[in-house]
């Protein structure tokens, strides 16, 4: 009886579970149907397994997809107002971010001041205005506007196209394709020294061409010109990126500048790994008794990632051939400009940088989504006899939650035009006469909308 029991208990948990599955209840009354019920219930273990399958290789995907969007320094704009336009959609967004910066500045002369004693001080950093266009026939645009205090100019602006075979096309003041990513190695709100001498996050007007080649993806670019000035009190430093700058009239221009830039990417591997290298070469038109000159830079970078490690490397060669006839009076410094400051920087050095960050998900913490602590070093290495070497170290960490994205960093550096203030300003990133050590701690606030 006791067996009875038990097979019938099993006949009914048989019987219960065919049901559930969608087989009809007599199936399972002889062998039959024992072994279709097996082979439905083999069928749904396989499925299970490649469906689990599926959903770790989905998770990588998007742990991947944050890896990336952490590495742009910014997040998306997460509230953008889209409307339709000429068959497409046009999506606004922008930002506003304000800067609390406090450090080795001068006295407190009655202006805001940034010094320690003085307890630093809080102000507009940026405000921003973002237009996205895109429509069935792979038109797209970008531009994007953008404010500081005293100045204001156009930092994005080009149209173009995306082709099925993955390549795509821009026209208009685009970014420069040089080095590992859009921001070179950095994470950090400072960026590395590249940036200051025009060869990471560079916006210049020009056509630049994009193709995936299997493992491959190659940048080709010609830029007739910088991205011009906009409205400031300079003459010619009321712009984003860093570049040769005329404020005197009779200086130099950038035109005709070609860049190549070629990406391999190795996947599939514990340490997936993005090796490249960078070219790019330039003319300077002369507007004064000096002759035309040119310049050129050449670049190795590789980015690693580890599970949410990413550490970035890159080692750079620039040569600028300017005349001593020049308004500097000199052939070891070129007149660069940006946010409404000119300052010199070194003819020819070498610079290297490093980046290590790791990527970190906080789930159980309701007003933070994810942190980015990071350590940088980069250095401008010089060939002028007498002149000494800019380093910048930043140590720091990215915030982000929802539109918000906030920079909390120190930064130690003995040649930079934005950390500290008691040495003189506009020769750091040139002879560097002072060679003094300073830091600043710095809060970036950023909304994204």
């Given at each position: 009886m006791m067996i009875a029991s038990s097979k019938h208990r099993q006949t009914a948990s048989a019987l219960a579970i065919a049901t559930a599955l969608g087989f009809p209840a007599?199936?399972?009354?002889?062998?039959?149907?024992?072994?279709?019920?097996?082979?439905?219930?083999?069928?749904?273990?396989?499925?299970?397994?490649?469906?689990?399958?599926?959903?770790?290789?989905?998770?990588a995907s998007e742990a991947e997809a944050k890896n990336a969007l952490a590495a742009s320094s910014?997040?998306?704009?997460?509230?953008?107002?889209?409307?339709?336009?000429?068959?497409?959609?046009?999506?606004?967004?922008?930002?506003?971010?304000?800067?609390?910066?406090?450090?080795?500045?001068?006295?407190?002369?009655?202006?805001?001041?940034?010094?320690?004693?003085?307890?630093?001080?809080?102000?507009?950093?940026?405000?921003?205005?973002?237009?996205?266009?895109?429509?069935?026939?792979?038109?797209?645009?970008?531009?994007?506007?953008?404010?500081?205090?005293?100045?204001?100019?156009?930092?994005?602006?080009?149209?173009?196209?995306?082709f099925d075979d993955g390549?795509?096309?821009?026209?208009?003041?685009?970014?420069?394709?040089?080095?590992?990513?859009?921001?070179?190695?950095?994470?950090?709100?400072f960026f590395d020294q590249h940036y200051y001498v025009g060869l990471a996050d560079d916006m210049d007007l020009g056509v630049k061409y994009t193709r995936p080649m299997g493992d491959?993806?190659?940048?080709?670019?010609?830029?007739?010109?910088?991205?011009?000035?906009?409205?400031?009190?300079?003459?010619?430093?009321?712009?984003?990126?860093?570049?040769?700058?005329?404020?005197?009239?009779?200086?130099y221009d950038e035109r005709n500048q070609v860049n190549l830039r070629a990406i391999y990417h190795i996947k599939n591997t514990a340490v997936t790994t993005d090796v490249g290298a960078s070219l790019q070469y330039g003319e300077l038109k002369s507007d004064g008794p000096q002759d035309d000159g040119n310049h050129w830079a050449a670049s190795v970078h590789m980015v690693n990632k580890w599970?949410?490690?990413?550490?970035?490397?890159?080692?750079?060669?620039?040569?600028?051939?300017?005349?001593?006839?020049?308004?500097?009076?000199?052939d070891d410094l070129v007149l660069f400009g940006a946010f409404d400051f000119p300052n010199t920087i070194a003819a020819k050095a070498w610079i290297p940088a490093v980046s290590?960050?790791?990527?970190?998900?906080?789930?159980?913490?309701?007003?933070?989504?994810?942190?980015?602590?990071?350590?940088?070093?980069?250095?401008?290495?010089?060939?002028?006899?007498?002149?000494?070497?800019?380093?910048?170290?930043?140590?720091?960490?990215?915030?982000?939650?929802?539109?918000w994205y906030i920079y909390t960093e120190l930064a130690y550096s003995n040649g930079n035009e934005f950390v500290g203030g008691e040495s003189a300003f506009g020769d750091r990133l040139g002879a560097n006469a002072d060679e003094e050590w300073l830091k600043r701690l710095n809060i970036n606030f950023g909304y994204y909308f």
């Amino acid at each position: 009886m006791m067996i009875a029991s038990s097979k019938h208990r099993q006949t009914a948990s048989a019987l219960a579970i065919a049901t559930a599955l969608g087989f009809p209840a007599a199936a399972i009354a002889d062998n039959h149907g024992t072994m279709a019920l097996k082979d439905r219930v083999s069928q749904l273990e396989q499925e299970l397994a490649r469906t689990k399958a599926q959903l770790a290789a989905a998770q990588a995907s998007e742990a991947e997809a944050k890896n990336a969007l952490a590495a742009s320094s910014a997040p998306a704009a997460s509230n953008d107002i889209a409307f339709g336009l000429f068959g497409g959609t046009l999506k606004v967004g922008g930002a506003m971010r304000a800067n609390y910066a406090v450090g080795d500045y001068g006295d407190d002369t009655g202006g805001p001041s940034r010094a320690w004693d003085d307890g630093g001080n809080f102000t507009l950093d940026t405000f921003r205005v973002n237009l996205d266009y895109a429509n069935d026939n792979g038109v797209i645009g970008k531009a994007e506007y953008r404010f500081y205090n005293g100045s204001h100019f156009l930092h994005t602006g080009w149209l173009g196209v995306n082709f099925d075979d993955g390549s795509q096309l821009q026209v208009g003041v685009n970014r420069v394709p040089f080095g590992p990513g859009a921001y070179g190695v950095s994470q950090s709100w400072f960026f590395d020294q590249h940036y200051y001498v025009g060869l990471a996050d560079d916006m210049d007007l020009g056509v630049k061409y994009t193709r995936p080649m299997g493992d491959w993806t190659v940048d080709a670019a010609y830029y007739f010109s910088d991205e011009g000035t906009g409205a400031g009190h300079s003459r010619d430093s009321a712009r984003y990126s860093y570049d040769v700058v005329n404020e005197s009239g009779s200086g130099y221009d950038e035109r005709n500048q070609v860049n190549l830039r070629a990406i391999y990417h190795i996947k599939n591997t514990a340490v997936t790994t993005d090796v490249g290298a960078s070219l790019q070469y330039g003319e300077l038109k002369s507007d004064g008794p000096q002759d035309d000159g040119n310049h050129w830079a050449a670049s190795v970078h590789m980015v690693n990632k580890w599970r949410n490690f990413t550490l970035a490397t890159q080692l750079t060669r620039y040569e600028y051939d300017v005349e001593a006839d020049q308004p500097l009076g000199t052939d070891d410094l070129v007149l660069f400009g940006a946010f409404d400051f000119p300052n010199t920087i070194a003819a020819k050095a070498w610079i290297p940088a490093v980046s290590l960050s790791y990527y970190q998900e906080t789930p159980r913490i309701p007003w933070l989504d994810y942190v980015i602590p990071y350590v940088e070093y980069s250095s401008i290495i010089k060939d002028a006899d007498g002149f000494n070497d800019s380093d910048l170290v930043t140590l720091g960490a990215a915030w982000g939650h929802g539109g918000w994205y906030i920079y909390t960093e120190l930064a130690y550096s003995n040649g930079n035009e934005f950390v500290g203030g008691e040495s003189a300003f506009g020769d750091r990133l040139g002879a560097n006469a002072d060679e003094e050590w300073l830091k600043r701690l710095n809060i970036n606030f950023g909304y994204y909308f």
